[in-house]
């Protein structure tokens, strides 16, 4: 499973695009990428999904480059309620095994 | 939109104690798993199963664990003597799709059982 680096944490204020960036240099050819997101005292929820180039949904954006090295998430026009921990991942195992880093804490600010 | 719900939200046991989490995935899954986080630290793998078996566990669950889908609708994690360091959310979550190389196995999670041990 393909090791990922995302940032610790990121500050937005309500009505900005948050881009959260994650690395993933050994990402191997058939993985997608996957981002979850978790609210306090909550389990994670799935966010969106893609193997390359750009997928979108009603929620957020996902961009990944031709080499796939990396990948950002995209939210456009935070507001407060998207105050959460953002989890990159890569890959998953035969038995299913997800593998959670620290993931990205994003706080919005009024 | 279908959700996977666990029971209770909050529970509170002895040292010693046995504890029954319980699960009800997404109807149509077949893939079910358990993961949980200790406060203020990483979501962490326990267990996968699928066809009533495990298909994987982890180093976390030891002999005092065991999982158990006992009818079509419920999924069971049991802790057969609790200890303070089982203190934590538990979270079950299942999938669609099967885990494997070209499979996209989006898993979804439950809200959690906040497991207290005193």
């Known amino acids: 499973l393909a090791k990922t680096t995302q940032p610790i944490s990121m500050d937005s204020y309500e009505g900005q695009e948050v881009n959260i960036t994650c690395s993933h240099n050994?990402?191997?050819?058939?993985?997608?990428i996957t981002w979850y997101q978790q609210f306090p005292s909550q389990g994670p929820r799935f966010i969106i999904q893609g193997y390359k180039t750009k997928v979108t949904n009603e929620v957020a954006s996902l961009f990944i480059p031709a080499d796939r090295k990396s990948s950002t998430l995209s939210l456009p026009r935070v507001s407060l309620s998207d105050t959460a921990v953002y989890y990159c991942l890569v890959g998953v195992n035969q038995g299913g095994k997800l593998i959670f880093g620290q993931g990205t804490e994003l706080s919005v600010k009024p | 939109e279908p959700e996977v719900t666990q029971t209770p939200s909050h529970q509170v046991t002895q040292m010693g104690q046995e504890v029954i989490l319980r699960c009800v995935p997404i109807?149509?899954?077949?893939?079910f798993y358990w993961y949980r986080q200790i406060l203020g630290q990483k979501v962490e793998f326990l267990v996968s199963?699928?066809?009533?078996?495990?298909?994987?566990k982890s180093e976390i669950f030891d002999d005092q664990f065991s999982v158990e889908r006992p009818d079509g609708s419920n999924f069971t994690l049991k802790i057969r003597s609790t200890k303070l360091e089982d203190s934590a959310m538990y979270f079950c979550?299942?999938?669609?799709?099967?885990?494997?190389?070209?499979?996209?196995?989006?898993?979804?999670f439950g809200a959690g059982t906040r497991l207290s041990v005193l």
């Open positions: 050994n990402i191997a050819t058939n993985d997608y």
């Open positions: 199963f699928y066809n009533n078996e495990i298909s994987e």
């Open positions: 979550a299942s999938s669609a799709n099967p885990p494997g190389l070209l499979s996209q196995n989006i898993q979804y």
């Open positions: 109807s149509n899954h077949l893939y």
